[in-house]
């Protein structure tokens, strides 16, 4: 407890000091903690993809179809387990800003392809039996203030209808959440069937197929079997594992990993830099009296000890406060970027790695100062003086 007061009196000496310290590791984790939400946000499809699922696409490009009758030769093939497709509606809701991601799928297979996503029974089987039905994401749901039974207006910023105008009226007849926090539900699904039957161009196709296979060992082999069984046809396949698909997908966007790991290591490497120069300028300071602690009969061992304490103590009590900073920065933000950034979850994983950091940055910036507490020569100090 003695200890502990020393070291509480040595932070609080030169409060400004003590201030601008902590507000420079605070904005530091505040960086960290907000940088790295948004990054896990970005590749949340990624981490969360099933690691026996593949992807088919055309070849050429992902914006090609493929022709339907793909849907029951991938089923043949030796390995797949399920089978289902997908088809890109776009969408907007009321006007072309309020963007709602909109796909045509089989609803008897497309949620054995997602076990993840999870529906009340009733509401699944309501959907499947109406045509003219749509099941929303939860998030996407409270986003609009939607409600089971609601009659909502959903336009196509691609397609049209036969009858002409590009508004579908859709009924939600279900609303289905994520099995985890990270798992998207900020999208709508409607019958492909219906989507089919009532634009006008394009018929018969689909945008892309997801399945599953057996074994995710046999991955490579199931890819290899599709891509070669429609090698050399007028549309041909390129088959992924969806962590590769929706990873290709987000560089598309440049590479977002190296852009945080620069922010962010720019941000620890100055902060490094100031509680370094910190800490010294501290331990010079108080030559004096660490001489007076040792004639005291204060070890050389103890006294390093609280050196470290101290900085570590001051790298936590700057970090913590980062992290609270960037977690109420993440709850707004994910209210108001819900549309565009769903998964916007400061979870245990980043605190995890910010407690870590926090106890490197006290060590690095504190043994340093540390060693030379520990090295100090009672009448060397005093000669100082």
């Given at each position: ?15 400004m ?26 590749n ?23 022709p ?5 030769k991938v089923?043949?093939?030796?390995g ?17 800003a309020?963007q709602?991601?909109t796909?045509a ?6 949620l ?41 207006p ?23 959440q ?11 699904l ?9 634009q ?32 050399n ?15 290709a997908?987000?560089?598309q ?9 620069g ?9 490094l830099?100031?509680v ?29 000890k609280?050196v470290?304490a ?17 977690y ?11 549309r ?11 605190l ?7 106890l ?10 540390a ?15």
């Amino acid at each position: 407890m003695k200890d502990f007061y020393l070291i509480y009196k040595n932070l609080t000496r030169k409060k400004m000091r003590l201030f601008l310290t902590t507000f420079a590791i605070f904005i530091a984790f505040l960086i960290f903690g907000a940088i790295m939400t948004l990054r896990s946000a970005l590749n949340s499809g990624i981490e969360m993809s099933a690691d026996n699922r593949l992807v088919v696409m055309h070849k050429s490009s992902f914006i090609n179809p493929l022709p339907y009758a793909y849907v029951n030769k991938v089923k043949a093939i030796e390995g797949v387990k399920d089978v289902t497709h997908s088809n890109w509606f776009g969408g907007y809701y009321q006007e072309p800003a309020n963007q709602i991601v909109t796909m045509a799928v089989d609803p008897d297979s497309y949620l054995s392809v997602y076990p993840e996503l999870v529906v009340d029974p009733q509401q699944l089987e309501n959907w499947k039996n109406n045509q003219s039905g749509i099941l929303v994401g939860e998030r996407i749901a409270k986003v609009n203030n939607w409600q089971i039974g609601d009659r909502i207006p959903i336009s196509s910023n691609i397609f049209t209808q036969k009858t002409g105008g590009q508004t579908w009226d859709f009924t939600i007849d279900g609303i289905f959440q994520g099995n985890n926090e990270k798992i998207d539900t900020g999208y709508t699904l409607i019958h492909y069937k219906y989507f089919n039957e009532t634009q006008i161009w394009g018929g018969d196709t689909i945008g892309w197929l997801i399945l599953t296979t057996t074994d995710p060992a046999l991955n490579e082999q199931v890819a290899k079997a599709i891509d070669e069984n429609f090698a050399n046809s007028n549309n041909e396949t390129d088959t992924s594992t969806e962590q590769a698909f929706n990873k290709a997908f987000i560089d598309q966007i440049g590479n977002i990993g190296l852009i945080i790991f620069g922010v962010v290591f720019m941000a620890f490497f100055t902060i490094l830099i100031v509680v370094g120069n910190t800490m010294v300028l501290a331990i010079r300071e108080r030559t004096n009296e660490i001489a007076v602690l040792k004639t005291l009969g204060f070890e050389s061992s103890r006294i390093f000890k609280m050196v470290l304490a101290e900085s570590c103590l001051l790298a936590f009590f700057g970090g913590l406060l980062g992290i609270g900073g960037a977690y109420l920065i993440v709850q707004v933000a994910a209210e108001q970027m819900a549309r565009f950034l769903p998964n916007l979850i400061l979870d245990e994983a980043i605190l995890g790695q910010a407690l870590i950091y926090m106890l490197i940055l006290g060590l690095v910036t504190g043994i340093a100062p540390a060693i030379s507490a520990l090295r100090l020569n009672i009448v060397t100090a005093f000669s100082r003086g």
